[in-house]
Protein backbone atom coordinates (compact mmCIF):
# COMPACT_ATOMS: atom_id res chain seq x y z
CA UNK A 1 0.00 0.00 0.00
CA UNK A 2 1.30 3.40 -0.27
CA UNK A 3 1.25 6.25 1.38
CA UNK A 4 -0.64 9.49 1.19
CA UNK A 5 2.86 11.41 -0.03
CA UNK A 6 3.30 8.97 -2.67
CA UNK A 7 -0.38 8.84 -3.76
CA UNK A 8 -0.50 12.69 -3.95
CA UNK A 9 2.92 12.47 -5.82
CA UNK A 10 1.24 10.12 -8.70
CA UNK A 11 -1.64 12.17 -9.06
CA UNK A 12 0.13 15.54 -9.54
CA UNK A 13 2.55 13.85 -11.96
CA UNK A 14 -0.31 12.72 -14.16
CA UNK A 15 -2.17 16.24 -13.85
CA UNK A 16 0.32 17.73 -15.01
CA UNK A 17 1.20 15.59 -18.44
CA UNK A 18 -2.56 15.95 -18.46
CA UNK A 19 -2.60 19.57 -18.34
CA UNK A 20 0.11 19.40 -20.58
CA UNK A 21 -1.14 17.32 -23.49
CA UNK A 22 -4.23 19.60 -23.11
CA UNK A 23 -2.22 22.69 -24.59
CA UNK A 24 -1.70 23.43 -28.33
CA UNK A 25 2.03 24.21 -27.62
CA UNK A 26 2.07 21.27 -24.97
CA UNK A 27 4.17 23.96 -22.71
CA UNK A 28 3.71 25.81 -19.78
CA UNK A 29 5.43 27.21 -16.65
CA UNK A 30 5.82 26.33 -13.20
CA UNK A 31 3.57 28.98 -11.90
CA UNK A 32 0.42 27.96 -13.73
CA UNK A 33 1.42 24.54 -13.40
CA UNK A 34 0.99 24.90 -9.39
CA UNK A 35 -2.51 27.17 -9.95
CA UNK A 36 -3.78 24.22 -11.67
CA UNK A 37 -2.74 21.41 -9.07
CA UNK A 38 -4.28 23.74 -6.65
CA UNK A 39 -7.40 24.93 -8.65
CA UNK A 40 -11.17 23.46 -8.17
CA UNK A 41 -10.52 20.70 -10.91
CA UNK A 42 -7.69 19.38 -9.62
CA UNK A 43 -7.45 20.23 -6.24
CA UNK A 44 -4.03 18.70 -4.93
CA UNK A 45 -2.69 21.01 -2.33
CA UNK A 46 0.71 21.90 -3.91
CA UNK A 47 3.38 24.45 -3.17
CA UNK A 48 5.53 25.61 -5.92
CA UNK A 49 8.30 23.38 -4.37
CA UNK A 50 6.50 20.26 -4.64
CA UNK A 51 5.47 21.26 -8.64
CA UNK A 52 8.92 21.89 -8.91
CA UNK A 53 9.89 18.45 -7.38
CA UNK A 54 7.53 16.69 -9.74
CA UNK A 55 8.90 18.77 -12.86
CA UNK A 56 12.11 17.53 -12.41
CA UNK A 57 10.86 14.04 -11.64
CA UNK A 58 8.82 13.94 -14.79
CA UNK A 59 11.97 15.13 -16.29
CA UNK A 60 14.31 12.89 -15.42
CA UNK A 61 11.85 9.79 -16.65
CA UNK A 62 11.71 11.40 -20.08
CA UNK A 63 8.10 12.54 -19.86
CA UNK A 64 8.96 16.48 -19.76
CA UNK A 65 11.72 18.98 -20.67
CA UNK A 66 12.63 21.83 -18.73
CA UNK A 67 13.79 25.29 -19.64
CA UNK A 68 14.48 28.50 -17.88
CA UNK A 69 15.85 30.01 -14.92
CA UNK A 70 15.65 27.96 -11.70
CA UNK A 71 12.91 30.47 -10.27
CA UNK A 72 10.83 30.30 -13.85
CA UNK A 73 10.62 26.33 -14.94
CA UNK A 74 8.84 26.00 -18.11
CA UNK A 75 8.02 22.50 -18.64
CA UNK A 76 6.92 20.63 -22.70
CA UNK A 77 5.72 17.15 -22.77
CA UNK A 78 7.57 14.48 -24.83
CA UNK A 79 5.57 12.36 -26.98
CA UNK A 80 5.85 9.51 -24.11
CA UNK A 81 4.37 12.28 -21.57
CA UNK A 82 1.81 12.79 -24.33
CA UNK A 83 1.04 9.04 -24.19
CA UNK A 84 1.06 8.43 -20.30
CA UNK A 85 -1.34 11.38 -20.19
CA UNK A 86 -3.90 10.06 -22.77
CA UNK A 87 -3.31 6.27 -21.15
CA UNK A 88 -2.28 4.27 -24.18
CA UNK A 89 1.02 3.80 -21.91
CA UNK A 90 1.58 3.30 -18.13
CA UNK A 91 4.51 4.32 -15.75
CA UNK A 92 4.20 2.56 -12.17
CA UNK A 93 4.50 5.47 -10.52
CA UNK A 94 2.06 8.13 -12.29
CA UNK A 95 -1.49 7.49 -11.68
CA UNK A 96 -3.08 5.79 -14.86
CA UNK A 97 -5.67 8.29 -16.06
CA UNK A 98 -9.66 6.82 -15.73
CA UNK A 99 -11.59 6.68 -18.97
CA UNK A 100 -13.27 10.10 -20.28
CA UNK A 101 -16.58 10.16 -20.80
Known sequence: MIDYTEFNSRHRRLA????????????????ILTDVLNGPDIG????????GTELSWLAENGLVTLA????????????????????RA?????????PRG
Open 44 to 51: IDTSRAQT
Open 16 to 31: ILRFLQALPSYTSNIS
Open 68 to 87: GQPEFVVATATARGVDIALG
Open 90 to 98: THPQIQRPS
